[in-house]
């Protein structure tokens, strides 16, 4: 017996009736041999947090752009956060927290740089929209080693494509929004979860808000420090789960009533911020120039800048757009400046 099949034996043991075995994972795009040391979800795991895409989160804006602090979250330290809760909320629930974990890795694979800035100037910008879910799935699927895709199972793969939600419902019925699985939609929620929280505490942080703005309606509700509130919503998320009556994941009705008044508040006071948004203004400016140099100077994109991934006889648009969303925000400063900055005469 292989440790892989170990693995498998003690899922069995351990799980809930709920849970999503692994061997009952209905497969990957392409075949490919077991790994006789991990489980697929295991696998799943390691394939996306080795690849580059996971690596560049680190250097792509969550909220705050060019931050100057070192506390600031970034989309990595979001993902991370994600995960952490999203974890939680699994082994509560007697879930596989390993497709968990694998899922919330691998949901924002596709963000571009400058945050939601950047997502908005590419669904604009390129023929057939954007959003950050769809082109996770892509570099997953298409760009990850140099267009061979990492190949992971369907239920990884679901869960990516269905973890967002913007200002729509965080739960609902449409199987087009909800993950086939319950740890898909473990995810969905972690990923609101944290992400209230961590910008709400980078805010305060940098004087876009103070603590006493936040409505006390909502604190009353969730906790007024950033462990209160995850621990609030964390255990409520475990206890309001329906999975013997409905198989879904829910919360309770005051509590998500908390949640979504607190996203709300947030969009208004900081995302809509006046000097927030000066900010996102001059980040689409950068990206709407390079979109623009790039779809014009076609032999130049192609020697220099065409995504390996990407097959040549794919559209341009198609490619600038998996070149642009793959950029770190350094990155497309520094392509920018090359590119439309005049450079100094270097007199000797």
Not at 143 to 171: A, C, P, Q
Not at 240 to 258: D, F, K, N, T, V
Request: hydrophobic share 40%; with cysteine.
């Amino acid at each position: 017996m292989t440790i892989r099949e170990q693995l498998e034996g003690d899922e069995k043991k351990v799980l809930g009736r709920f849970g999503q075995l692994s061997t009952a994972s209905s497969g990957r795009p392409r075949a490919e041999p077991p790994d006789p040391m991990r489980t697929a979800y295991q696998h799943d795991r390691d394939k996306i947090l080795h690849s580059k895409a996971f690596r560049r989160l680190a250097g792509k804006t969550q909220v705050f752009l060019a931050p100057e602090g070192d506390h600031y979250r970034t989309r990595i330290t979001h993902t991370l956060e994600v995960a952490q809760i999203a974890r939680t909320v699994a082994r509560a629930l007697r879930l596989n927290e390993t497709l968990t974990e694998a899922i919330a890795l691998g949901h924002d694979l596709g963000h571009t740089p400058f945050g939601h800035a950047g997502e908005s100037v590419l669904a604009h910008l390129m023929p057939d929209g954007f959003h950050h879910a769809k082109q996770s799935l892509r570099v997953v699927d298409v760009l990850e080693r140099d267009g061979r895709g990492l190949n992971l199972t369907h239920e990884v793969r679901e869960g990516i494509l269905k973890h967002s939600k913007g200002k729509g419902h965080i739960f609902t019925d449409n199987p087009n929004l909800m993950a086939m699985t319950l740890e898909g939609q473990v995810v969905r929620v972690a990923d609101i979860v944290a992400y209230v929280n961590h910008d709400l505490d980078d805010a305060i942080r940098g004087r876009v808000l103070r603590q006493d703005e936040v409505p006390r309606e909502i604190l009353a509700v969730l906790g007024e420090t950033h462990s209160e509130r995850i621990t609030t919503m964390v255990a409520d998320i475990a206890g309001a789960s329906q999975l013997e009556a409905r198989r879904q994941i829910g919360m309770s009705e005051h509590c998500l009533s908390a949640l979504v008044a607190l996203r709300d508040f947030l969009y208004a006071r900081v995302y809509e911020n006046r000097v927030i948004f000066e900010e996102f203004e001059k980040a689409q400016r950068i990206l709407t120039e390079l979109w623009s140099h790039f779809t014009k100077h076609d032999e130049e994109f192609r020697s220099r800048f065409w995504p390996k991934g990407v097959p040549m006889e794919e559209s341009l648009a198609r490619a600038v757009g998996d070149f642009i969303s793959g950029m770190t925000d350094r990155y497309a400063v520094r392509v920018y400046e090359e590119i439309y900055m005049p450079r100094p005469w270097m007199v000797y």
